[in-house]
């Protein structure tokens, strides 16, 4: 599914237990990639929840992590890309990865009715913090010491083992094609500080992010784990939709 594009919204049935009354919601939900990636890794769930007969948008943020300063350019491509969309509210907000701590200023940023967000493995909103001040030291020396010319190498390349080896060949390339050199300041740079108190929700992927997992569950959050990979989105997204469904199905 080509990115900005929105299909016909209809109802989404949530789980309830037995002795539940059945409450459908009206949303669309916009799913955002993460910053060192690009729509293609989301674009297999979005095909998934679209098949499904949920209304959904793909944002492709791309080009907005090309030069500093990051997050004010990718809060306002992404309201842009709304608008350009037409979708109308109510909306739920998905974040992968980099994108979930900025869901909040990505609610912030628009006029229409956001009625949830949800947070795809990810880390929670660390308002005022830069992403070098939230992960392990070694990671942030290892990453540092790779910069040249002032930008990061793709993030495929950050890890001793290739993460996207777990995708499908054509996938794999596309993925690989978008994956952005973003620059060294996007990591120092703070995270925005915007307050949200609506409802939110946590689809768990990968062991990496079972703290935050756990963090969102002692907030009450609706919670669904997902026994995978941080990729999964692309490679099981019948499993990650039905994960997600259950999700805003209780936001």
């Not at 060192?36 to 679209?50: C, H, K, V």
């Not at 890890?159 to 620059?183: Q, S």
């Not at 120092?188 to 939110?200: F, I, L, M, Y």
């Amino acid at each position: 599914m080509p990115a900005s594009e929105v299909v016909p919204q209809i109802n989404i049935a949530p789980r309830m237990d037995a002795n539940a009354a059945i409450i459908t919601h009206m949303v669309t939900v916009v799913l955002m990639h993460s910053p060192f990636l690009g729509p293609s890794s989301m674009r297999p769930l979005a095909d998934e929840l679209a098949s499904d007969g949920v209304a959904v948008l793909l944002v492709d943020l791309q080009m907005t992590v090309n030069e500093a300063p990051v997050h004010q350019r990718l809060i306002g491509a992404f309201a842009d890309a709304l608008d350009d969309s037409g979708v109308t509210g109510p909306l739920v907000l998905v974040g992968h990865s980099g994108a979930g701590p900025l869901l909040p200023a990505f609610a912030d940023a628009l006029e229409l009715d956001v009625q949830g967000l949800v947070f795809l493995d990810s880390d929670l909103p660390t308002p005022g913090k830069a992403w070098r001040d939230t992960v392990d030291p070694a990671l942030v020396s290892q990453v540092k010491a790779s910069v040249r010319g002032g930008r990061l190498p793709r993030w495929d390349l950050w890890f001793a083992e290739d993460p996207l080896r777990l995708v499908p060949a054509g996938l794999r390339e596309e993925m690989r094609d978008e994956a952005p050199e973003v620059p060294w300041e996007f990591l120092k740079e703070q995270r925005p500080v915007v307050e949200w108190s609506g409802a939110c929700g946590y689809v768990l992927l990968s062991p990496v992010y079972e703290e935050a997992a756990a963090r969102a569950e002692a907030l009450g959050w609706p919670v669904e784990r997902v026994e995978s990979h941080h990729l999964a989105a692309a490679t099981s997204p019948s499993t990650v939709a039905a994960a997600l469904k259950s999700v805003i199905s209780r936001l």
